[in-house]
């Protein structure tokens, strides 16, 4: 069963660990968020919540006020540009680690400092949210563009998911060019600048095989640039969580008082979302081991 090795285990332990952290964030970010709103405000979004027609419901459950009160109303701004790359790092870290993206051995790492694996797993972490904070933040802060401006539009509501998810895809898939032309060009150069011998080709060969992979489009589970793709959509993720999830609370028989969100419509949003998240990713996190052990076998 080399299904079951310990860097399986280690991609699992990882894939759980990624969904508490979004879990944890969503269940911060919603837990107290209704005390900060006007009394009007959390009223309207219970009265959607709750099927009462009111002029101005929507949807979308005032998903564009909810954006506004997390990262402001201003695009160029620090308050949004330091929220947005915090949030592209840490879903890089984690993903990187549940996806097994780049394997390394924390051991050695913690070694180079003098310290045990638990330090080197730790700034291996903080290496790998600097790393997506420099080179995938920009790419994350123009998505969040895109859904800042497609929450405005004057369309319905699942138009305005469709809408971000192609405006992201059109932007990925420009990034992704980008990022193959760079590479390549990268290790050509290199390779001319330095020679064709056996440590300077197997340079080149890894700048290719890496550049290979922003070819597929979407890219591979497992890979660097499916960790990029994946990160980008986290906008469009979260718009179509909270529309789902406002929609179960409306629906589901006793959802409304069950969850209180008379009282903290926000957070009865948010608690539903984690719910979904857990649901959706063991799902997804089984189907993915099932396509390992058929890989294998």
Request: with cysteine.
């Amino acid at each position: 069963m080399e299904i079951l090795s310990n860097n399986y285990w280690l991609n699992v332990l990882g894939w759980l660990a990624s969904i508490c952290a979004v879990s944890y964030f969503i269940r911060r970010v919603t837990k107290d968020f209704d005390e900060d709103l006007a009394p009007e405000f959390r009223l309207k979004i219970t009265r959607q919540l709750k099927r009462v027609k009111v002029g101005d419901a929507d949807w979308l459950f005032s998903f564009d006020s909810i954006f506004t009160e997390i990262f402001g109303t201003k695009h160029l701004s620090w308050r949004c540009f330091s929220r947005s790359m915090a949030v592209s790092g840490l879903l890089f870290a984690f993903l990187i680690v549940a996806t097994g993206a780049l394997a390394v051995d924390v051991t050695q790492i913690g070694d180079l400092v003098g310290q045990g694996p638990f330090l080197g797993a730790l700034l291996w972490i903080l290496l790998l949210v600097a790393v997506g904070m420099t080179f995938n933040g920009i790419l994350d802060y123009l998505s969040l563009w895109g859904t800042r401006l497609v929450i405005r539009l004057p369309l319905p509501p699942l138009v305005k998911v469709a809408v971000n998810v192609t405006f992201t895809t059109i932007v990925v898939r420009v990034i992704f060019a980008f990022f193959l032309g760079l590479i390549v060009y990268s290790g050509l150069s290199y390779a001319f600048q330095y020679g064709a011998d056996e440590p300077n080709g197997a340079i080149l060969q890894v700048f290719l095989l890496y550049g290979l992979q922003f070819m597929e489009f979407p890219p591979q589970f497992g890979s660097l640039a499916f960790v990029i793709f994946a990160t980008s959509f986290s906008t469009s993720i979260w718009l179509a969580l909270h529309l789902m999830s406002g929609v179960l609370i409306r629906w589901l028989p006793g959802a409304v008082s069950m969850l209180n969100a008379d009282q903290a419509p926000v957070r009865a949003i948010g608690i539903v979302s984690i719910g979904v998240i857990w649901l959706l990713g063991i799902l997804f996190g089984f189907i993915v081991l099932l396509y390992y052990w058929a890989s294998a076998g």
